[in-house]
């Protein structure tokens, strides 16, 4: 039921019940966000993922934003959007070089 808003003029997330009502906003773990962009949630392992795209990492939390890790993946810059494929691998894009690069995922 939640959703999960990139606020990237605001480098925050927000979280809102299904029916709009603002749980709570949160700036990111370590550092905070720059230009958040993307949000992949995760039902299996019960997190969400945010690109935090001009920090060039991804940043994983609980799914009531209590911070989890960052990842700075090899070769990614400015990450945009994430997706998990039905081979269970961690799809990830980046920017400027508009690439998909493909990760072993849990």
Partial sequence: GNIYVAARD???????SSTGKRLKVFRGGRGGFNFPHGVLVD???DV???????NDR????ELDGRYRSTYQM??????RFMRIGPDGKLYVSSMPDRKIHVFDYR
């Fill in 48 to 54: 969400v993922f945010f690109a935090d795209t001009i």
């Fill in 58 to 61: 991804i940043q994983e939390f």
């Fill in 10 to 16: 605001q480098n925050a997330i927000q979280i809102l």
């Fill in 43 to 45: 039902n299996r392992n």
């Fill in 74 to 79: 090899p070769n990614v810059t400015q990450p």
